[in-house]
Nanobody, 118 residues
Framework: QVQLVESGGGLVQPGGSMRLSCAASGFTFSSYIMKWYRQAPGKERELVAGITATGRNTNYADSVKGRFTISRDNARNTVYLQMNSLKPEDTAAYYC???????????WGQGTQVTVSS
């Protein structure tokens, strides 16, 4: 059974940091591109960051470039999102996604809420 379980969300003050984790099981994690998406209330889901299967290449949305870092540990079947210099506009539910060409829609986690507020 495929599972993606996000954790690490919560309330943080502007300028603070937070690290999200996504633990995967039920599929060959090291064969999948991993991505983080977010969705704020009333807005469409947007891609935040992605990392290739080996971890060699990453990409980021312009809005988070220089502040967020995506990484993965294939030995632990886990992908991370380190978020620094958080802003109120980063407030959203964050979801991890596992994608491969043979699973076009990918696998999704249930999401974790991040709220940036003083």
């Amino acid at each position: 059974q495929v599972q993606l379980v996000e954790s690490g969300g919560g309330l943080v003050q502007p300028g603070g940091s937070m690290r999200l984790s996504c633990a995967a099981s039920g599929f060959t994690f090291s064969s999948y591109i991993m991505k983080w998406y977010r969705q704020a209330p009333g807005k469409e889901r947007e891609l935040v960051a992605g990392i290739t299967a080996t971890g060699r290449n990453t990409n980021y949305a312009d809005s988070v470039k220089g502040r967020f870092t995506i990484s993965r540990d294939n030995a632990r079947n886990t992908v991370y999102l380190q978020m620094n210099s958080l802003k109120p506009e980063d407030t959203a539910a964050y979801y991890c996604n596992a994608w491969a060409s043979w699973v076009p829609s990918g696998y999704w986690g249930q999401g974790t809420q991040v709220t940036v507020s003083s």
